[in-house]
C-alpha cells in the first residue's frame, strides 16, 4: 500500500510539473481536423442584393468599381497581400495543376476557366472568367460568397439549380456542398470571396476523392450527382465531356 501511494504521489508531482512548464500549442488547422459531413447545398438562393454574411468593404468596394464600368477582368487589381510575382491569370491542366494562362484568356485554358487572386488578406478574394464547361462539386469549412461579374448559368441552391445571373449574389455556407457548371456559350465570371477568413494556404477543400469510405458524407455526393442529372441532365463530374464540347 506503501509503495502505491508513494508512485502515485510521485505521478501527481510529475503532472503538476509539467503543468507548469511550457504548453505547446495543439490547435488544429482545418486540414487537420476530423473531415466533416457536408450539408447537401445551400440553404439560401442566389439574391440580387449583398447577403449580410458577405459584407465587405474592400469586395464592396471593387463591385462599386467595376459596376461603375472602371475595372474589367483584365485591369482590376490585387491587393499589397498577393505578390507581384503571384499577379496573373491562374488555370488548371487536367490533373489539377495550376498553371498561367497564356495572354490571360480562357481559350487557353486546358479545364476552360481561369482565375486571379485579389487578396490574401484581411479575406481571400478572387475573380473568374470561364466558358463553358463542367466544374467538380466541393465543399470546404469557410463560408464563401459570389457576385456575377459576366455572362450567367446554374448554380446548386436550395437542393435545386437555380439561375446565377449578372448583378446577382450568392452566398455558402461553410460545409455546403456547391456546383457551378458553366452550361452556355455567354460563359460566367465571378467575384468570389471568404468573408470570415485570410490566408487561403489555411483552407481545405473537401472533394468526392477526400470523403471515400465516410459513407454519410459519399451519399451526399450521391444526391448531388442525382440533381445534377435531374435539373441539368448531367452525369457524375468527369462523365460529360460530349456536352462542353460541343
Known amino acids: 500500500m506503501k509503495l502505491k501511494m508513494i508512485f502515485g504521489i ?3 508531482a510529475s503532472t503538476a510539473a509539467v503543468a507548469q512548464g511550457p504548453q505547446c500549442n495543439h490547435a488544429q488547422l482545418p486540414y487537420q481536423q476530423t473531415t466533416p459531413v457536408p450539408f447537401d447545398s445551400s440553404v439560401h438562393a442566389p439574391q440580387n442584393t449583398m447577403p449580410v454574411q458577405c459584407s465587405n468593404p474592400e469586395v464592396e468596394a471593387y463591385i462599386a468599381d467595376w459596376e ?3 475595372i474589367d477582368f483584365n485591369t482590376i487589381q490585387a ?4 505578390a507581384k510575382e503571384q499577379r496573373f491569370c491562374k488555370t488548371l491542366d487536367n ?3 495550376v498553371l ?3 495572354n490571360c484568356e ?6 476552360g476557366y481561369i482565375w486571379k487572386d485579389l487578396a490574401d488578406s484581411p479575406v481571400v478574394i478572387g475573380i473568374t472568367n470561364g466558358g463553358k464547361s463542367d466544374h467538380e462539386p466541393h465543399f470546404h469549412g469557410q463560408p464563401e460568397c459570389y457576385y456575377v461579374v459576366n455572362g450567367g448559368s446554374k448554380t446548386l441552391a436550395e437542393n435545386k439549380f437555380q439561375p446565377l445571373e449578372k448583378g446577382q449574389y450568392f452566398y455558402i455556407p461553410g460545409n455546403a456542398i456547391h456546383n457551378t457548371p458553366i452550361l452556355e456559350d455567354k460563359g460566367l465570371g465571378v467575384m468570389y470571396w471568404y468573408p470570415n477568413n485570410a490566408h487561403f ?3 481545405k477543400y473537401y472533394w468526392r476523392r477526400d470523403v471515400k469510405n465516410l459513407r454519410v458524407a459519399e451519399e451526399a455526393f450521391d444526391r448531388v450527382d442525382e440533381i ?3 435539373d441539368l441532365n448531367l452525369g457524375p463530374y468527369g462523365t460529360n465531356e460530349a456536352f462542353f464540347k460541343k
Open 68 to 70: 461603375a464600368g472602371k
Open 100 to 102: 498561367e494562362a497564356k
Open 95 to 97: 490533373e489539377g495543376n
Open 201 to 203: 494556404d489555411g483552407f
Open 228 to 230: 445534377r442529372k435531374r
Open 10 to 12: 510521485a505521478a501527481l
Open 79 to 82: 491587393n499589397d497581400s498577393i
Open 106 to 111: 480562357v481559350a487557353n485554358s486546358p479545364v
